[in-house]
């Protein structure tokens, strides 16, 4: 008879996830070095695509219908799009690119569904299921390659030019990755709201944060969460005060460094929630601590799209 095996304990957690982050910060770390254009899209394209895979693949085991296929090749399809049109140094993405998606992903899915008898309320789960995790996986992911191409995080506000596209983020003499350091300050905020989270909920939570959705989230967790994001959003700014100059005062950086925090948070409940749905724990197991793909870009599909917006709209 096989030995049951036991659960990892609390501090067995906390160096798997300690080794996976140092891993993961080192694969980052290359890639920003790097200064590639096809490093940051790689890294964006693969972390997309698994992350897509594992949606679907657990929806599929946990019952849920769904059109993995379709919702596989419409994140493949728009991230090689998105690729060959950033690696042109284009200075704004062809709003079409996202109209095709949408228009796909729709009708597309539809037209699948209509192949397929009808089961009450799962039939319109199945295509709501397979429109969400291309939207939040692919779409809402992908505002990390906009930040990086086209957010010129070393202008400040006020020597921006408005482009007559309506694009105001770079100019021609920009380097081809000008918002890679916009971008390394949005992932680095989210991930130290995250550890923030960990650390100050595994030493001293006691206060239930949503214990229906993930009952280790605690209110204590939730401020030191806060307070580790605004550490590294500040920090950096200290670091690379010209390159990120579009910030232009600390006003800004500590507001979004609070947004950032906020959203971290509720994407990672996002996701929590949809798991605790679905009956499981991690979305995947190739990293010790963490998970898979969906856990470690979670929060990022929150946050991206908000720094995305509030440099365009109040920068």
């Known amino acids: ?182 971008l390394l300050w949005c992932i680095a905020v989210t991930k130290f709201s995250d550890m923030g989270a960990y650390i100050t909920g595994s030493l001293i939570g006691k206060h239930k944060m949503i214990p229906h959705i993930s009952p280790a989230k605690t209110w204590e967790g939730f401020a030191g969460a806060l307070l580790f994001s605004q550490l590294a959003a500040c920090s950096l700014y200290v670091l690379f005060p010209k390159e990120l100059a579009i910030f232009s005062s600390w006003t800004h950086v500590i507001i979004l460094g609070f947004i950032v925090a906020l959203l971290a948070v509720v994407g990672d409940l996002a996701e929590s929630l949809w798991k605790r749905s679905l009956t499981v724990k991690d979305s995947g197991h190739f990293l010790p601590g963490i998970g898979g793909a969906m856990d470690l870009i979670d929060s990022i599909c929150f946050t991206a799209p908000a720094v995305y917006l509030y440099v365009k709209f109040f920068l």
């Open 1 to 182: 008879m096989a030995e049951t095996q036991s659960p990892p304990t609390r501090s067995q957690t906390f160096l798997r996830r300690t080794f996976s982050t140092l891993i993961l910060w080192g694969i980052v770390g290359a890639a920003f070095g790097s200064m590639k254009p096809w490093a940051h899209l790689a890294l964006i394209g693969g972390l997309a695509i698994l992350a897509t895979l594992e949606y679907f693949s657990l929806c599929r085991q946990s019952g849920l219908k769904c059109h993995p296929t379709w919702g596989l090749l419409l994140c493949i399809g728009y991230s090689a799009a998105l690729s060959g049109f950033l690696t042109k140094g284009l200075f704004e993405l062809p709003i079409e690119v996202d109209m095709m998606l949408f228009f796909l992903l729709i009708a597309g899915t539809f037209i699948l569904q209509l192949r397929q008898p009808i089961e009450g309320t799962n039939t319109i789960l199945s295509v709501t299921t397979t429109m969400l995790g291309v939207i939040w996986l692919t779409w809402m992911f992908y505002f990390t390659a906009r930040i990086d191409f086209f957010i010129d995080s070393s202008v400040p506000h006020s020597a921006r030019v408005i482009l007559p596209t309506g694009g105001c983020f770079r100019s021609s003499a920009d380097s081809p990755l000008p918002g890679a350091l916009l």
